[in-house]
């Protein structure tokens, strides 16, 4: 019996398991869930799953912990693979949703082999820089930036925690990440180098690909889009002023039009509100009739607005990955994307040679390379949007499969 999000590719090659999920979505049924995932991400399921309910989830909800949120949300997973175990003892433990604390109580506890698939550190060596240079950002706030004091005592703090993480991380018999950023940050804090692969999270690259590649007919109207959940760190108004700017230099009057579109997916009423902050920008900056909020939409309008799009837009500083990225890509848009994580080291890069894409970092660069982007040549952008194309089979559903059955072998020996 295997355990955990992502032991449905064993299902395919070891015809022998029965997979079980650990969810805390009480108000779904199994198969509510199994159409939910088939809706928004266009997954389908070959073989039936088996669907253990928690009830203690809420545990590890940031919201319980106003401070000290990390140790907060890491401990109480630890009580909620507590539950978990006492419902369900698997053979084979699979954590793929960033709860580390809970691989030493499955390995110790439960008897299990243990894997996990890290997308994001829950600490990195960028956080502790951010803190020890007294940076001001989402997860770091102005009135701890402006002590000394308290900058020394976060500082403390996450070296504390960055040592815990490590310990347990460490546990792990086979460690999985998704990208040479997140990979560099996992051998710095788990020094677990002798079982930690690469494994490129799975991108539904071929849906996007069947959409016609085409050059750009003339048209009054240009569209920018970005993919990413109303999450801080996705950095919208970043998007917004960039936006903002880039029509402020444009002359009055002049065509074609440009919009900017907003698409992603709101999880909870913090979320809901990020967004009504986000359309108050918009009207700060005169910009509300040019930018367009879509928000959990369905996968066909998504592909639409995607094949409509001449820019894909990205701002997340150090993100991980970026499926949203790559997806913008495979689906025949300029991507601009910031320059770091994920987008930097794996997926903006040359592609035999050839351009894939653009990097920015602040509003300033965002606007100008935006302006630089519509200023070229339909053929130009033609030629970019066939390079990025090419680039993202490395990317693929059946690729991810692959390799992840290739690193998760040693669980099954």
């Given at each position: 019996?295997?355990?955990?999000?992502?032991?449905?590719?064993?299902?395919?090659r070891?015809?022998?398991?029965?997979?079980?999920?650990?969810?805390?979505?009480?108000?779904?049924?199994?198969?509510?869930?199994?159409?939910?995932?088939?809706?928004?991400?266009?997954?389908?399921?070959?073989?039936?799953?088996?669907?253990?309910?928690?009830e203690?989830?809420?545990?590890?909800?940031?919201?319980?912990?106003?401070?000290?949120?990390?140790?907060?949300?890491?401990?109480?997973?630890?009580?909620?693979?507590?539950?978990?175990?006492?419902?369900?003892?698997?053979?084979?433990?699979?954590?793929?949703?960033?709860y580390?604390?809970?691989?030493?109580?499955?390995?110790?506890?439960?008897?299990?082999?243990?894997?996990?698939?890290?997308?994001?550190?829950?600490?990195?060596?960028d956080?502790?820089?951010?803190?020890?240079?007294?940076?001001?950002?989402?997860?770091?706030?102005?009135?701890?930036?402006?002590?000394?004091l308290?900058?020394?005592?976060?500082?403390?703090?996450?070296?504390?925690?960055?040592?815990?993480?490590?310990?347990?991380?460490?546990?792990?018999?086979?460690?999985?990440?998704?990208?040479?950023?997140?990979?560099?940050?996992?051998?710095?804090?788990?020094?677990?180098?002798?079982?930690?692969?690469?494994?490129?999270?799975?991108?539904?690259?071929?849906?996007?690909?069947?959409?016609?590649?085409?050059?750009?007919?003339?048209?009054?109207?240009?569209?920018?889009?970005?993919?990413?959940?109303?999450?801080?760190e996705?950095?919208?108004?970043?998007?917004?002023?960039?936006?903002?700017?880039?029509?402020?230099?444009?002359?009055?009057?002049?065509?074609?039009s440009?919009?900017?579109?907003?698409?992603?997916?709101?999880r909870?009423q913090?979320?809901?509100e990020?967004?009504?902050?986000?359309?108050?920008?918009?009207?700060?900056?005169?910009?509300?009739?040019?930018?367009?909020?879509?928000?959990?939409?369905?996968?066909?309008?998504?592909k639409?607005?995607?094949?409509?799009?001449?820019?894909?837009l990205?701002?997340?500083?150090?993100?991980?990955?970026?499926?949203?990225?790559v997806?913008?890509?495979?689906?025949?848009?300029?991507?601009?994307?910031?320059?770091?994580?994920?987008?930097?080291?794996?997926?903006?890069?040359p592609?035999?040679?050839?351009?894939?894409g653009?990097?920015?970092?602040?509003?300033?660069?965002?606007?100008?390379?935006?302006a630089?982007?519509?200023?070229?040549?339909?053929?130009?952008?033609?030629?970019?949007?066939?390079?990025?194309?090419?680039?993202?089979?490395?990317?693929?559903?059946?690729?991810?499969?692959?390799?992840?059955?290739l690193?998760?072998?040693?669980?099954?020996?």
């Amino acid at each position: 019996m295997v355990a955990g999000g992502l032991c449905l590719c064993g299902l395919l090659r070891y015809r022998n398991v029965t997979c079980v999920v650990y969810t805390g979505d009480r108000d779904a049924t199994g198969e509510e869930i199994v159409e939910g995932a088939f809706r928004r991400f266009n997954i389908k399921l070959i073989h039936p799953v088996k669907f253990v309910f928690l009830e203690k989830r809420f545990l590890v909800e940031a919201s319980l912990y106003p401070h000290f949120t990390l140790l907060g949300q890491s401990l109480g997973s630890v009580f909620l693979g507590w539950e978990a175990l006492l419902k369900c003892v698997p053979d084979i433990y699979i954590d793929s949703m960033g709860y580390a604390f809970t691989i030493p109580l499955f390995k110790y506890l439960g008897g299990c082999r243990v894997g996990c698939y890290v997308h994001y550190p829950t600490i990195s060596t960028d956080m502790l820089s951010v803190v020890r240079n007294q940076d001001t950002r989402f997860n770091n706030a102005a009135f701890i930036t402006s002590s000394p004091l308290f900058s020394k005592f976060k500082l403390v703090y996450y070296y504390f925690f960055a040592f815990m993480y490590g310990l347990v991380g460490s546990c792990s018999d086979v460690v999985m990440v998704n990208s040479s950023w997140t990979l560099n940050h996992i051998l710095s804090l788990w020094r677990a180098g002798a079982c930690t692969s690469i494994v490129y999270p799975p991108c539904d690259v071929q849906t996007f690909l069947d959409i016609p590649l085409e050059m750009e007919r003339s048209t009054s109207e240009y569209s920018i889009v970005s993919v990413s959940q109303f999450r801080p760190e996705k950095d919208h108004p970043l998007q917004i002023r960039a936006f903002a700017k880039l029509l402020k230099e444009k002359r009055v009057g002049q065509e074609p039009s440009l919009k900017l579109i907003l698409i992603g997916g709101c999880r909870n009423q913090q979320d809901e509100e990020r967004v009504n902050n986000l359309k108050c920008l918009c009207e700060e900056l005169g910009v509300s009739d040019d930018v367009i909020f879509r928000i959990n939409i369905p996968f066909e309008e998504l592909k639409r607005h995607l094949a409509e799009a001449t820019i894909g837009l990205h701002t997340m500083w150090n993100e991980h990955f970026g499926i949203g990225v790559v997806e913008c890509m495979a689906a025949g848009t300029v991507i601009l994307a910031h320059n770091s994580g994920g987008p930097k080291l794996d997926i903006v890069v040359p592609h035999e040679g050839y351009v894939t894409g653009f990097l920015a970092e602040d509003e300033d660069s965002y606007a100008e390379t935006m302006a630089y982007i519509f200023s070229l040549s339909p053929e130009k952008r033609l030629e970019i949007r066939k390079n990025a194309r090419r680039s993202v089979h490395r990317f693929s559903d059946q690729h991810f499969e692959d390799t992840f059955l290739l690193s998760v072998e040693p669980l099954f020996k």
